[in-house]
């Protein structure tokens, strides 16, 4: 029996339940493991090889959910600071929400991860999540997630309505573009550019009047092109121009690799950047400074051209 076509998939969805790259991947070998086990006991008539393995899957994420604490990013933690110098002191205490590298899994498996969704799952009970995804995500019916969470058609439904009507809260995601979108690449191009020129002027031009910018696992977080430009302000004082970028794709978005200035006159890796783009200008950027996170999109500590497609 081959679960191998199915471990893309399979990684998506237990990312949606955790908001952890790397605590998916374990996940899913949990769940290829409990599948070789049970491998004798399946039995076809009753589901699927695909049913089979999501409810192993669903019962490996909800054991690893209990007791833990939700995945946020730090705008949903509190009210946006307005002191460009606060203390960038990183709370290493909060499990904080992770970015998906793209390039781990088919373009067939990933559906909808753009972080803003993600983030706003891991405010739904474990179960009330489980049902979102494999209802609305995976397109399992109401029959199947019943016998996958061993419950019954009536309170997945309920369920699902409950999660709806949560995600609703969140606002309308209608506007954001897909990384391939000609006009989104051509406003990450553009930011990218003012970035390693350190040209704060342009970089604010191209945000909304309501840009977001936060930066795991530092707490603080800004709101508004006036703040995240007097912020961009203090990173160019501290750190210096002639950044150099490198584009990837993140959780279905675009995303930089940012390469500081280097005291040996190189660009060591400093950031990965998810933007959200909307309406031709960037709404949201989420920098993630974890090197647990540069691993997983196999990021290079030292800048590279040929590793890039290179934004000039």
């Known amino acids: 029996?081959?679960?191998?076509?199915?471990?893309?998939?399979?990684?998506?969805?237990?990312?949606?339940?955790?908001?952890?790259?790397?605590?998916?991947?374990?996940?899913?070998?949990?769940?290829?493991?409990?599948?070789?086990?049970?491998?004798?006991?399946?039995?076809?008539?009753?589901?699927?090889?695909?049913?089979?393995?999501?409810?192993?899957?669903?019962?490996?994420?909800?054991?690893?959910?209990?007791?833990?604490?939700?995945?946020?990013?730090?705008?949903?933690?509190?009210?946006?600071?307005?002191?460009?110098?606060?203390?960038l002191t990183p709370a290493f205490d909060i499990p904080w929400l992770q970015p998906f590298p793209d390039e781990r899994i088919e373009l067939e498996a990933r559906g909808d991860m753009r972080l803003a969704l993600v983030a706003a799952m891991q405010v739904l009970p474990a179960r009330q999540r489980a049902v979102l995804v494999l209802r609305e995500v995976l397109q399992f019916s109401a029959a199947e997630v019943a016998a996958q969470l061993g419950t019954t058609v009536a309170a997945?439904?309920?369920?699902?309505?409950?999660?709806?009507?949560?995600?609703?809260?969140?606002?309308?995601?209608?506007?954001?573009?897909?990384?391939?979108?000609?006009?989104?690449?051509?406003?990450?191009?553009?930011?990218?550019?003012?970035?390693?020129?350190?040209?704060?002027?342009?970089?604010?031009?191209?945000?909304?009047?309501e840009a977001i910018l936060?930066?795991?696992?530092?707490?603080?977080?800004?709101?508004?092109?006036?703040?995240?430009?007097?912020?961009?302000?203090?990173?160019?004082?501290?750190?210096?121009?002639?950044?150099?970028?490198?584009?990837?794709?993140?959780?279905?978005q675009p995303a930089l690799a940012a390469y500081a200035p280097d005291l040996d006159g190189g660009h060591r890796l400093h950031t990965l950047q998810v933007f959200t783009v909307g309406a031709g200008l960037i709404m949201h950027n989420v920098v993630f400074a974890d090197p647990r996170v540069f691993e997983a999109f196999g990021l290079p500590q030292q800048f590279f051209s040929e590793t890039f497609r290179v934004a000039r």
């Open 214 to 252: 936060e930066m795991p696992p530092i707490p603080l977080w800004y709101r508004g092109r006036r703040d995240y430009g007097r912020f961009m302000d203090r990173v160019f004082q501290m750190r210096g121009r002639g950044w150099r970028t490198g584009q990837v794709t993140a959780n279905g």
């Open 1 to 87: 029996m081959d679960f191998e076509p199915y471990r893309g998939e399979l990684l998506a969805y237990c990312y949606r339940m955790l908001g952890s790259f790397h605590e998916a991947e374990d996940q899913v070998q949990e769940t290829m493991l409990r599948a070789w086990k049970a491998r004798d006991t399946y039995d076809r008539t009753r589901a699927s090889v695909r049913t089979w393995l999501f409810r192993i899957a669903t019962n490996a994420c909800l054991t690893a959910l209990k007791g833990r604490a939700r995945r946020p990013l730090p705008s949903g933690l509190g009210a946006p600071s307005d002191d460009p110098g606060a203390p």
């Open 156 to 209: 997945v439904n309920s369920a699902l309505q409950r999660a709806r009507a949560a995600l609703a809260r969140v606002g309308d995601l209608s506007e954001i573009r897909e990384p391939d979108d000609l006009e989104s690449r051509g406003v990450v191009e553009r930011y990218a550019r003012a970035f390693e020129s350190g040209d704060i002027p342009v970089l604010v031009r191209l945000l909304t009047e």
